[in-house]
Nanobody, 124 residues
Framework: VQLVETGGGVVQAGGSLRLSCAAAGGTLDYYVVGWFRQAPGSEREGISLIITSDDSTYYADSVKGRFTTSRDKTRNTVYLQMNNLKPEDTAVYYC??????????????????WGRGTQVTVSS
């Protein structure tokens, strides 16, 4: 499966963006789909995940209350709605999945299928 993220851009602090993660050549109907981000000089950070068996979602403390993950099964797409963006949210954002993963994980080492990422820049 190939993953493609779209929706990144430049936004002022306090603004919103919605990222999309679409699957080509496969399905996102695996157990877990995660959102990650990586800022320059920093490690890749897991920020959100959705467990497709029941569409339950989990969030890192850094984004809880501001970001929302959802899934449109008919479009084979997962979304990340980002509200009240802050300059520290500036990063490249990735979605990832792995059919072998059977539990929710924020560890990027547990995922083997990644998109190329989309840049999000939040200006102050």
């Amino acid at each position: 499966v190939q993953l493609v993220e779209t929706g990144g851009g430049v936004v002022q602090a306090g603004g919103s963006l919605r990222l999309s993660c679409a699957a080509a050549g496969g399905t996102l109907d695996y157990y877990v789909v995660g959102w990650f981000r990586q800022a320059p000089g920093s490690e890749r950070e897991g920020i959100s995940l959705i467990i497709t068996s029941d569409d339950s979602t989990y969030y890192a403390d850094s984004v809880k209350g501001r970001f929302t993950t959802s899934r449109d099964k008919t479009r084979n797409t997962v979304y990340l709605q980002m509200n009240n963006l802050k300059p520290e949210d500036t990063a490249v954002y990735y979605c990832a999945t792995d059919p072998r993963l059977r539990y929710g994980s924020f560890d990027p080492r547990d995922y083997n299928y990644w998109g190329r990422g989309t840049q999000v820049t939040v200006s102050s």
